[in-house]
């Protein structure tokens, strides 16, 4: 079943979007694609996320 968010994103790809970020806590939670259309979709607090650990491992390597 396609929610409002996965319309949307639909959208924007098929009006040749290369990417969608999801900027908001929520909407990543209804939209479960790494692709819709051709359009890649980034969930920004992934995004922050794996930043955050990867820099944390830098840290400890050089602590």
Do not use: H, W
């Not at 009006?15 to 939670?29: F, R, W």
């Not at 692709?35 to 992934?46: G, N, P, Q, V, Y």
Request: hydrophobic fraction near 45%; charge should be negative; include cysteine.
């Amino acid at each position: 079943m396609m929610t409002n968010s996965d319309m949307a994103a639909t959208c924007l790809s098929v009006k040749d979007a290369q990417a969608v970020i999801i900027g908001c806590t929520e909407i990543p939670l209804a939209i479960q694609y790494e692709k819709i259309e051709d359009s890649s979709i980034f969930d920004a607090t992934t995004v922050l996320a794996r930043a955050l650990i990867r820099e944390s491992k830098k840290m400890e390597m050089t602590a």
